[in-house]
């Protein structure tokens, strides 16, 4: 698997598995444990998707040193604030049975994250996570985090799919080193992207799955991505796109596909903002 150097010299691997929406333990475990026998080394998953622990099981009886697996957590808005986010790290890692994090991540830019922020600095000082970062940070949350504190985050983690590539956000992103990671780089499936025409008929010239085109897009891009399933067949589609390289002209017209707005999570909506503060979970 290709690695991808953070700003802080941490390397990690540029496509991994994500947990979202496998709210059943045993399923979740299941999963991961099947990413693993294929290839994969990096899982990502959050406080808030109540899965911590079945990836910490999958990890802990797949039998690979914990040093070749690369775990990304996140901290809740619920847990926003210096206190509360070492109380929610500490959780955290006895979910997922480990000593450290490889990544941790500030998941909204709502609530004290300054105060989140501060805290995850002293946690990565102490050595107990390897690099810091934040989730859906657009533009002038991100730049204010920056300005307010010693530590540039490695990662923003944003909703980028062909649908919604953040190309604004990204070249502020490239400015400060701060490498892209696509969630939902499938755009959870809608508008029929998994049928859409130019990706279909790239993907026939080289034998590959429109699916497996966005990754290999995402790849080319240096873009680290999480795609997501509980099915093995589609773990290793989602894995088997090495063997091709899409052309310029093809990057271009994926490219082309942009619409400059987001599917999923419009970050900046008051509706998101009520309902994503009524989120609460028991860690």
């Given at each position: 698997m290709k690695m991808v150097q953070l700003n802080?010299?941490?390397?990690?691997?540029?496509?991994?598995?994500g947990v979202f929406q496998i709210t059943n333990e045993d399923i979740c475990e299941q999963a991961v444990s099947q990413a693993l026998?294929?290839?994969?080394?990096?899982?990502?998953?959050?406080?808030?998707?109540?899965?911590?622990?079945?990836v910490g099981k999958?990890?802990?009886?797949?039998?690979?040193?914990?040093?070749?697996i690369f775990i990304s957590s996140k901290v809740w808005i619920q847990d926003a604030g210096y206190e509360k986010t070492k109380k929610s790290f500490a959780k955290t890692l006895e979910n997922l049975k480990t000593d450290y994090l490889d990544?941790?991540?500030v998941h909204m830019p709502y609530g004290d994250y300054h105060g989140s922020w501060q805290a995850m600095e002293e946690l990565y000082e102490a050595g107990k996570i390897k690099a810091i970062g934040v989730c859906n940070f657009l533009e002038d949350r991100l730049i204010d985090l920056i300005l307010s504190h010693k530590i540039v985050p490695a990662i923003n983690q944003i909703e980028l799919h062909p649908f919604c590539q953040q190309k604004k956000l990204c070249e502020i992103m490239k400015k400060y080193d701060?490498?892209?990671?696509?969630?939902?780089?499938?755009?959870?499936?809608r508008d029929n992207i998994f049928k859409n025409e130019l990706l279909v008929n790239i993907g026939k010239k080289y034998g590959k799955t429109s699916a497996q085109v966005i990754l290999r897009w995402l790849r080319q891009k240096d873009i680290i991505s999480i795609p997501k399933s509980?099915?093995?067949?589609?773990?290793?589609?989602?894995?088997?796109?090495?063997?091709?390289?899409l052309s310029n002209e093809e990057m271009k017209c994926i490219e082309d596909m942009d619409r400059k707005q987001s599917l999923i999570l419009n970050i900046t909506s008051l509706e998101e903002v009520y309902r994503l503060h009524n989120i609460h979970f028991e860690q």
């Open positions: 802080n010299g941490i390397k990690m691997p540029i496509e991994g598995m026998k294929i290839g994969y080394r990096m899982i990502d998953t959050a406080a808030c998707y109540g899965n911590e622990k079945a999958a990890i802990e009886k797949s039998g690979i040193a914990r040093r070749d990544l941790y991540l701060i490498k892209p990671m696509a969630w939902a780089p499938f755009a959870e499936g509980i099915h093995e067949e589609r773990l290793k589609e989602n894995w088997e796109i090495d063997d091709f390289i």
